[in-house]
């Protein structure tokens, strides 16, 4: 699954679905599901369809779930000469779901002309800041910034992902249950989007503690993106490290340490692993050295003590390079050659 807001860690159901898909189970159709959806509660509906493109998707039948969301979306189309708040809401929904599942079968073009159609739905009430609205809007621009960066249109998705990330902030605030989970994957977005990594760490510097503020008190949903998000941070560290440009690389592999010990607190072979990648950067940064050198000696214990014999090896092999790197060549050759 392509990185689209129905992964199930984008924003895991909070509701319970069951009686929503019992009503719409015995429905006759079209008009009959509109009206389960128009008179449930939002979070219920959206939940529900959200879900089932997610286990549709699962199930190997993206093309169904294509043809039922485009169906729903005319049939809305067909019944609603004016629609209300609960109405806008829910067919903004249906297109918004749609756009991700066009997305993912990887059709860009008609994923675009669907996610102009939501945003036209979306601004035919832009004073609306309810968390309908806002969900809706959040998710919608976060699977637009993702099909704006793989056509390499960088500027746009940019804006957009940073739109999202400022919207699901806002929810977070008020429910952060529901909305940390997306919050975070929309920082997540961001080190896919930005081409200038200075931008990136800077919009990433910014939401950090914001972030980190919730990640403690919130479901697994939360926890599993602050885990991908350390991923992706990591993975840019990485990217930084081989390119010779250490300084950035320990600021990306620190930031990624903060979201990793916030979810995992027991110390794990992923922590190990990230720690030596942060050690073996600040070693290559002169006025980090010692403190690189420190890390790595004490992540050499950590790794006896979780019998990680791999990682102990290459903290060894690591030391002593940096030893051998430390040998001032200049001096020795003028004590065995002097002038």
């Given at each position: 699954?392509?990185?689209?807001?129905?992964?199930?860690?984008?924003?895991?159901?909070?509701?319970?679905?069951?009686?929503?898909?019992?009503?719409?189970?015995?429905?006759?159709?079209?008009?009959?599901?509109?009206?389960?959806?128009?008179?449930?509660?939002?979070?219920?509906?959206?939940?529900?369809?959200?879900?089932?493109?997610?286990?549709?998707?699962?199930?190997?039948?993206?093309?169904?779930?294509?043809?039922?969301?485009?169906?729903?979306?005319?049939?809305?189309?067909?019944?609603?000469?004016?629609?209300?708040?609960?109405?806008?809401?829910?067919?903004?929904?249906?297109?918004?779901?749609?756009?991700?599942?066009?997305?993912?079968?990887?059709?860009?073009?008609?994923?675009?002309?669907?996610?102009?159609?939501?945003?036209?739905?979306?601004?035919?009430q832009p004073r609306r800041k309810d968390p309908p609205f806002l969900q809706v809007l959040g998710a919608l621009l976060y699977d637009v910034a993702h099909l704006h960066s793989e056509r390499g249109e960088y500027k746009q998705a940019e804006r957009e992902i940073e739109k999202s990330i400022k919207i699901f902030e806002r929810l977070a605030k008020t429910d952060a249950a529901r909305y940390a989970a997306p919050h975070v994957m929309a920082l997540n977005g961001a080190t896919?989007?930005?081409?200038n990594r200075v931008k990136q760490a800077e919009l990433l510097a910014h939401y950090q503690a914001a972030t980190s503020s919730y990640l403690m008190m919130v479901n697994s949903g939360a926890e599993e993106a602050a885990a991908r998000l350390a991923e992706s941070l990591t993975n840019e560290g990485d990217t930084l490290a081989r390119m010779g440009r250490h300084r950035e690389a320990v600021q990306y592999y620190t930031r990624a340490m903060k979201y990793l010990t916030k979810v995992e607190t027991d110390f794990t072979l992923r922590q190990l692993r990230l720690s030596i990648a942060l050690g073996e950067s600040m070693i290559s940064v002169a006025a980090m050295r010692d403190k690189g050198v420190h890390l790595l000696n004490t992540m050499l214990h950590k790794a006896t003590k979780i019998n990680a014999s791999d990682e102990h090896r290459r903290i060894v092999d690591i030391l002593f390079n940096a030893k051998s790197r430390s040998l001032d060549i200049l001096s020795l050759w003028h004590k065995f050659f002097p002038k």
């Amino acid at each position: 699954m392509k990185s689209i807001s129905l992964e199930p860690v984008f924003m895991p159901p909070t509701t319970d679905v069951g009686p929503l898909r019992s009503r719409i189970k015995k429905s006759r159709g079209g008009i009959e599901i509109i009206k389960a959806l128009e008179e449930s509660p939002f979070d219920i509906s959206y939940d529900h369809m959200r879900t089932l493109a997610a286990e549709s998707m699962e199930k190997g039948e993206l093309d169904k779930a294509v043809t039922a969301f485009t169906e729903l979306s005319s049939k809305i189309d067909e019944i609603t000469e004016q629609e209300t708040d609960n109405t806008l809401s829910v067919h903004a929904a249906v297109m918004q779901v749609l756009t991700a599942l066009l997305i993912e079968r990887g059709d860009t073009d008609g994923a675009a002309v669907t996610a102009a159609r939501a945003l036209n739905l979306l601004a035919q009430q832009p004073r609306r800041k309810d968390p309908p609205f806002l969900q809706v809007l959040g998710a919608l621009l976060y699977d637009v910034a993702h099909l704006h960066s793989e056509r390499g249109e960088y500027k746009q998705a940019e804006r957009e992902i940073e739109k999202s990330i400022k919207i699901f902030e806002r929810l977070a605030k008020t429910d952060a249950a529901r909305y940390a989970a997306p919050h975070v994957m929309a920082l997540n977005g961001a080190t896919a989007v930005y081409r200038n990594r200075v931008k990136q760490a800077e919009l990433l510097a910014h939401y950090q503690a914001a972030t980190s503020s919730y990640l403690m008190m919130v479901n697994s949903g939360a926890e599993e993106a602050a885990a991908r998000l350390a991923e992706s941070l990591t993975n840019e560290g990485d990217t930084l490290a081989r390119m010779g440009r250490h300084r950035e690389a320990v600021q990306y592999y620190t930031r990624a340490m903060k979201y990793l010990t916030k979810v995992e607190t027991d110390f794990t072979l992923r922590q190990l692993r990230l720690s030596i990648a942060l050690g073996e950067s600040m070693i290559s940064v002169a006025a980090m050295r010692d403190k690189g050198v420190h890390l790595l000696n004490t992540m050499l214990h950590k790794a006896t003590k979780i019998n990680a014999s791999d990682e102990h090896r290459r903290i060894v092999d690591i030391l002593f390079n940096a030893k051998s790197r430390s040998l001032d060549i200049l001096s020795l050759w003028h004590k065995f050659f002097p002038k």
